[in-house]
């Protein structure tokens, strides 16, 4: 493969050229075209439906409806998945913005004809089982159509259900934004910014990592009413909600939408809740670390008396306490060239499967990588795919870093995961938020292992150190996001909540998850946890979100479905590639428990569960013996 040293730009011209394009003027009146003909199909099915005709054929129906629904999906993939890439690299372009919201305004009406859709199959759900007969060619379709099914049985009256979408915009919404605002907006006296005070959690130095904490928790401080105000009220529309839905609780909702049931949740959660003295060992080893090596700016963190960690030191870096090893030639500390990242990326994945890395290498041959950092385009990264041509573009913001690797990693492995999907319908290729970061994780725990096999010393500690500290965030930390959101639930049934209340549920749940593995050291009035943080109930974004409760749960299935994957293919070896191929092939048309099965592991159990956590525990161990050697 040819160096070139350079850090690419993708390349769009094998989706649409250009917005002023033949193909992209055509992909949109054929979008518009087929949603006539959805439209044309749904009125039909009415007039039957109303005048109770005997002669209507729905089976017939149904197998043109999803044969003209799937085309008309690809385009509405596509197109909106165009619109949102094109904007992200070139934020400022009206031309682009104006784009996306022309796109946006199509697609209304294609969810319009989902809820449609729902209603016909509702009325003739009794046909279902002679149209799998009649039509085997559909039969993959019968998880997905049972899905609709129980969705639809969760709605008010069209009606109803048109007035809450209308009256969300100025209820849920517009709490969710005044808080995105008010974050958005928050300054310390020095101007800096709420969110550039948050990375200082990352920096080297524990003066600016507690300052910039104690500035962090003032600010929140001085909103906490409107704060307060805004989750109160949005938690309270849900709660209406759920209730008029026929939801039992809102745990309910998130399992439904996730595809997971209350056993294999329960598997999960009692799992990670019986790590949690093994993850509590890890933060006061690390405290221990940082006061060893005058890394902190506690005055008791990491002490005998007082040995968890400091909240504002969980993120912190490690600091060498002597000149050998870590150095600037370390392959952790190098400032690696971006043909460096794709042959590592493209070991790393053929180590495992050759097939992942044959198609690392298209993509990365093909130009589907955006990973040069300018002006105008948006941070951090993501994957976005493309049904027309099944094909995925990948944007990153390279700068060197190993972390960068381990990104590309991430991201490439969601777009192989949309690559298994080839030759499904588009309706398949919507998977639930537990099973769509199983791809990306498991491709950056193979990273994240081999180099802890590769390096010693110093080097060893400082990568054992960000995985754990990774992997302790969508643990022990989503487990905190999972008791706190719970208990929020509820007590809002029972009535209003302040910020008092928010404050005190968010202590004891950190309590119940951290527990002593954060320092124990109270305030001079004893009420408050000195070094713990009461108000992150008002920083995470994801509890004021109207569309999913329960933002938390699924990241840690994924981290650990991944890692118990993970497990299998070390104990299987190579013959496990094409196991994995096939398991996420299947994700978008089954139940997690049924996908699972169908490989040959059991998730409503925590045994699944315990071999994931059991890499960990070694990293633990070692990152332990470790600190004790310094």
Known sequence: ??????????????????????????????????????????????????????????????????????????????????????????????????NISVVDKMTLRLEQQELKFSMQLLAHQS????????????????????????????????????????????????????????????????????????????????????????????????NRIAFAASLNNL???????????????????????????????????????DSLPMWREYFQAKAKLLRKTKSTASTSAGTPSHPGIAFYDLFA????????????????SKKWSFDEARDYVL?????FSGDMADFAKNAFEKNWIDAEVRSGKVGGAYDEDFPKGHQSRILSNFTGAFSDIITLAHEL?????????????????????????????????????????????????????????????VLVDILCRFYFERAVFERREEGELNADDFCRLMQEAQEKSYGEGLNDERTADGKNFAERHDYMWAVKSHYYSTSLDFYNFPYAFGQLFAAGLYARAKS??????????????????????????????DITTKDFWKSGIAMYEKEVELFKSEVEKI
């Open 413 to 473: 492995g969601h777009a192989y995961h949309f690559s298994c999907m080839k030759g499904k319908p588009v309706a398949f290729m919507d998977y639930p938020m537990t099973l769509a970061e199983t791809a990306s994780t498991f491709a950056e725990t193979i990273v994240k292992q081999d180099m802890i096999s590769q390096v010693s010393g110093f080097d060893l500690l400082r990568i054992i150190d960000l995985d754990l500290q990774d992997t302790s965030q």
């Open 235 to 273: 938690k309270g529309e849900t709660v209406t909600l759920n209730q008029r839905r026929h939801f039992p609780s809102a745990i309910d909702r998130a399992l439904a939408s996730s595809r997971l049931s209350r056993k294999s949740l329960d598997a999960l959660i009692g799992s990670i809740e």
């Open 127 to 222: 046909v279902l089982p002679q149209f799998y007969t009649d039509y085997p060619d559909f039969a993959d379709y019968k998880y997905l159509l049972e899905e609709i099914l129980e969705e639809t049985k969760h709605k008010m009256s069209p009606q109803e259900e048109n007035l809450a979408s209308d009256l969300q915009r100025t209820g849920g919404n517009a709490w969710d934004r005044l808080h995105e605002q008010i974050i958005s907006n928050l300054k310390d006296e020095n101007g800096k910014t709420f969110n550039e005070l948050r990375n200082d959690a990352y920096d080297a130095d524990p003066d600016l990592r507690k300052s910039s904490w104690e500035k962090e928790i003032s600010l929140l401080d001085q």
């Open 317 to 332: 870096p490690l600091s060498n306490p002597s000149s050998n090893g870590g150095g600037d030639e370390s392959l952790l």
């Open 572 to 601: 299987e070896g190579a013959g496990f590639a094409s196991t994995y191929k096939e398991l996420l092939s299947r994700t978008g048309n089954m139940s997690c428990e049924d996908l699972c099965k169908s490989a040959g592991f």
């Open 1 to 98: 493969m040819k160096n070139t040293n350079s850090i690419p730009r993708w390349n769009l011209d094998a989706i649409f050229s250009g917005l002023d394009s033949e193909e992209y003027k055509k992909a949109l009146s054929d979008y518009s075209a087929g949603m006539d003909s959805l439209d044309s199909l749904l009125e039909t099915a009415d007039k039957f439906t109303r005048e109770a005709n005997s002669n209507f054929d729905f089976a017939k129906w149904l197998s043109q409806y999803l044969k003209a629904e799937d085309e008309t999906l690809a385009l509405a993939r596509t197109l909106n998945a165009y619109a949102y890439i094109i904007y992200s690299t070139d934020t400022t372009s009206p031309a682009y913005l104006n």
């Open 347 to 351: 070991k790393e994945y053929r180590s």
